[in-house]
T-cell receptor, first 115, second 116 residues
Framework: AQSVTQLGSHVSVSEGALVLLRCNYS??????LFWYVQYPNQGLQLLLK??????LVKGINGFEAEFKKSETSFHLTKPSAHMSDAAEYFC?????????????FGTGTRLLVSP | DTAVSQTPKYLVTQMGNDKSIKCEQN?????MYWYKQDSKKFLKIMFS???????INETVPNRFSPKSPDKAHLNLHINSLELGDSAVYFC???????????????FGPGTRLTVL
């Protein structure tokens, strides 16, 4: 079965520092992988996705993620954190369900950004 | 011009009551979803409808009944509410996926349900 594991329920960085949020997946087939962001009291917004092709995927707000098959990882990075990046981040993978697709989410990582 | 909207945004009710949450999307999508986010922020799919037809039905108590009057609306009715139903419920929509390439899901703002 396909699933994702996010290491670290909380990550704290200083403004301007590198952001690294970790996600590992388990999948018996090439996965479709996603990162979603949830700002306080809001719904989820797609940051970026990997389906096929280039393994380094660029998303919105300066975030990017690299699909590494050998490490079964899809870590999310941003070179320089901004206060507005403080939010909950979810890694997700597609699971086929009787021919229809559904998203399976990780447990989330809260990013805290200090001045 | 909200893409996916939900009403109400907050819902506070007593145990044993019946309540409904409504969802509407104006994106022209064929597929709609209900997710539950618990107090630990864990998100799990509950139901999915494609063009008014139920296609995904996770292990959800029978007290939860989705209804899709048309492909732009997916409502969630909950009978005999229990304390454990307290959560944030998200509606989402996407173009039809089926076995084709993934199509992005667009999420509503959520409905925070509190059962007392």
């Amino acid at each position: 079965a396909q699933s994702v594991t996010q290491l670290g329920s909380h990550v704290s960085v200083s403004e301007g520092a590198l952001v690294l949020l970790r996600c590992n997946y388990s999948s018996s087939v090439p996965p479709y992988l996603f990162w979603y962001v949830q700002y306080p009291n809001q719904g989820l917004q797609l940051l970026l996705k990997y389906t096929t092709g280039a393994t380094l995927v660029k998303g919105i707000n300066g975030f990017e993620a690299e699909f590494k098959k050998s490490e079964t990882s899809f870590h999310l990075t941003k070179p320089s954190a901004h206060m507005s990046d403080a939010a909950e981040y979810f890694c997700a993978v597609i699971l086929m369900n009787t021919g229809f697709q559904k998203l399976v989410f990780g447990t989330g990582t809260r990013l805290l950004v200090s001045p | 011009d909200t893409a996916v909207s939900q009403t109400p945004k907050y819902l506070v009710t007593q145990m044993g009551n019946d309540k409904s949450i409504k969802c509407e999307q104006n994106l022209g999508h064929d597929t709609m979803y209900w997710y539950k986010q618990d107090s630990k922020k864990f998100l799990k799919i509950m139901f999915s409808y494609n063009n008014k037809e139920l296609i995904i039905n996770e292990t959800v108590p029978n007290r939860f009944s989705p209804k899709s009057p048309d492909k732009a609306h997916l409502n969630l009715h909950i009978n005999s509410l229990e304390l454990g139903d307290s959560a944030v419920y998200f509606c989402a929509s996407s173009p039809y996926s089926g076995t084709q390439a993934y199509n992005e899901q667009f999420f509503g703002p959520g409905t925070r349900l509190t059962v007392l």
